[in-house]
């Protein structure tokens, strides 16, 4: 153990310990909340129902409001509980760099291995993903002696591999030229955290000086790669599949894991979000977990205060579902199943 990784700047509490329960990491905003609903409903639906599962939720600004919707939402699920973790006084002592549509909501996952220091294992995971299978398989991968379990970024690992045949259609971040090898860059948007070796190799003082030593362009995932190389256990692109364009330099096996996590997910990460663009890959399976949440009026809200339903979304739209393999039909009978399970949630 490092001398740094003895240290702290601060003392944190522990989160409360559900000993059989997979902890479940979340990180918003109250404005956030109704997307995170979406992928909490479909790791729900897609659970063990054999096993325990607990939601925690890292936030400053959740309301009341919302919180009670969630409690309401997880509570017919007995399975499942749910806790809020204000972290105000942890990262309001820090000067952290944002930009785009980056939020200091990013950086609380640096608190993660100290808060649940009582757990040796937790899954963070970002509020635009959908689960689609279920996500006891994913904490029973053995993490060995990796620190943290991730996917390779699919658009940095593209980078890496184009670089080598020509300098010109290679993209960069600045934390890049600090790596040894940029092939090993993940995306952080899933974070499967081995906690004791996590919290004896890199300090909590190393996360946030780091992350206010620059203007990262990646920002805490920048942080992640730099000080957690070499220790990384990377897994199969389908455990946080985006769809990208970037991977025609791939070597081979690289490109058959893509083609075939593209067509089999188990984790979507939604880096073009389905409720800022009317069509993209896999949306209607935002949708199908959308319709299913205590948020979807507040989606929906949303959408038309952006003048997002002013366009012709009904006819666009369903010209586009008409086209894909499993066709209308298919989506209605889906979508009339949704209101069926909210009608059912709504009498409990």
């Known amino acids: 153990m490092s001398n740094t990784a003895e240290q702290s700047s601060f003392t944190l509490k522990a989160v409360p ?36 599962y607990i939601f925690f939720i890292l936030h400053r600004t959740i309301s009341n409001e919302s919180a009670s919707l969630l409690n309401k939402q997880v509570s017919p699920h007995q399975q499942f509980s749910i806790e809020f973790i204000d972290v105000t006084e942890y990262v309001s002592k820090y000067d952290l760099f944002v930009s785009r549509h980056i939020t200091v909501e990013a950086y609380y996952r640096f608190l993660i291995p100290e808060i649940f220091y009582k757990y040796e294992k937790a899954i ?115 455990w946080g599949f985006y769809k990208s364009n970037d991977f025609e330099y791939f070597p081979e096996n690289y490109k058959n894991e893509y083609i075939d996590a593209m067509k089999h997910p188990k984790i979507i990460h939604f880096t073009s979000k389905p409720w800022k663009s009317y069509y993209g890959y896999r949306f209607e399976s935002f949708w199908k977990y959308a319709t299913r949440s205590p948020f979807i ?40 199943r949704a209101w069926i399970f909210r009608g059912k949630i709504k009498k409990k």
Not at 297 to 311: A, G, H, P, Y
């Open 17 to 52: 310990f559900y000993p059989d329960a997979i902890p479940i990491v979340f990180a918003s905003d109250n404005n956030y909340v109704p997307y995170m609903s979406a992928t909490i409903q479909s790791i729900i639906e897609n659970s063990n129902q054999s096993r325990k």
């Open 124 to 238: 963070y995971l970002d509020c635009d993903m959908i689960v689609l299978a279920d996500i006891s398989e994913l904490f029973d991968i053995d993490l060995g002696n990796h620190i943290l379990a991730s996917t390779r970024d699919i658009t940095v690992l593209n980078w890496h591999y184009a670089s080598k045949v020509s300098k010109k259609v290679a993209g960069t971040r600045n934390s890049l030229p600090i790596m040894k090898d940029t092939s090993n860059y993940f995306c952080d948007g899933l974070c499967f955290f081995n906690i004791p070796l996590f919290r004896n190799t890199v300090s909590q003082t190393e996360l946030f000086d780091l992350a206010m030593a620059n203007e990262w362009d990646s920002h805490d995932q920048d942080v992640l790669n730099i000080l957690c190389e070499g220790k990384v256990l990377f897994l199969p692109f389908h």
């Open 297 to 336: 009026n507040n989606i929906i809200n949303n959408m038309r205060s952006n003048n997002m339903l002013e366009q012709p979304i009904k006819k666009m739209v369903l010209g586009f579902i008409k086209k894909r393999r499993f066709g209308l039909k298919f989506i209605l009978f889906d979508c009339v």
